[in-house]
T-cell receptor, first 111, second 115 residues
Framework: EPEVTQTPSHQVTQMGQEVILRCVPISNHLYFYWYRQILGQKVEFLVSFYNNEISEKSEIFDDQFSVERPDGSNFTLKIRSTKLEDSAMYFC?????????FGNGTRLTVT | DQQVKQNSPSLSVQEGRISILNCDYTNSMFDYFLWYKKYPAEGPTFLISISSIKDKNEDGRFTVFLNKSAKHLSLHIVPSQPGDSAVYFCAASQDGSGNTGKLIFGQGTTLQVKP
């Protein structure tokens, strides 16, 4: 069965540094998402992306965040200047007239 | 944001018995509900869904019931198996299908099925 793949599985970065989290959605999917889960908290929606543009974003998704689909296969989340509170599991998801399929996540640790 | 609530953080049942996981919501605009299962170090995996026009959906051992007037849904697993031990998330959407819009998740319920 096709999978959403995310790399790296764990990323450690220093506060203020830029990070890029990478995702390869399922190939025929058209809708792409980023969610995050801070330890002990709910899975939270960050952003949805369709037709090469953001279709919806949450309050969390401020100017420090950006998404890009640089080619036909990758979908990236960039955090420009990381803060301690950005430490979380970040899940990429994709869909095509189907329930969202999630990747296994990238654990981001900001020190 | 407490639009979707799972009030039981954990549930323990014996293998072969029924597991009932509950979820409440406050937003009457939600029209599609989903259950996801999550194992450690993995992402959420879709389990079953229900549209607000239905009150029951069944898939094998899994049945979801929706009570719109009470703004309550539940997931029944019968019979429960040890491999069902995981965190179960209730999620809701108001985009018409739940397949293209954002999902609002509950806090999750950790199910342990004892052999």
């Amino acid at each position: 069965e096709p999978e959403v793949t995310q790399t790296p599985s764990h990323q450690v970065t220093q506060m203020g540094q830029e990070v890029i989290l990478r995702c390869v959605p399922i190939s025929n999917h058209l809708y792409f998402y980023w969610y995050r889960q801070i330890l002990g908290q709910k899975v939270e929606f960050l952003v949805s992306f369709y037709n090469n543009e953001i279709s919806e974003k949450s309050e969390i998704f401020d100017d420090q965040f950006s998404v890009e689909r640089p080619d036909g296969s990758n979908f990236t989340l960039k955090i420009r200047s990381t803060k301690l509170e950005d430490s979380a599991m970040y899940f990429c998801a994709s869909s095509l007239n189907s329930p969202l399929h999630f990747g296994n996540g990238t654990r981001l640790t900001v020190t | 944001d407490q639009q979707v609530k799972q009030n039981s953080p954990s549930l323990s049942v014996q293998e072969g018995r029924i597991s009932i996981l509950n979820c409440d919501y406050t937003n009457s605009m939600f029209d599609y509900f989903l259950w996801y299962k999550k194992y450690p170090a993995e992402g959420p995996t879709f389990l079953i869904s229900i549209s607000s026009i239905k009150d029951k959906n069944e898939d094998g051992r899994f049945t979801v019931f929706l009570n719109k007037s009470a703004k309550h849904l539940s997931l029944h697993i019968v019979p429960s198996q040890p491999g069902d031990s995981a965190v179960y998330f209730c999620a809701a959407s108001q985009d018409g299908s739940g397949n293209t819009g954002k999902l609002i998740f509950g806090q999750g319920t950790t199910l342990q099925v004892k052999p």
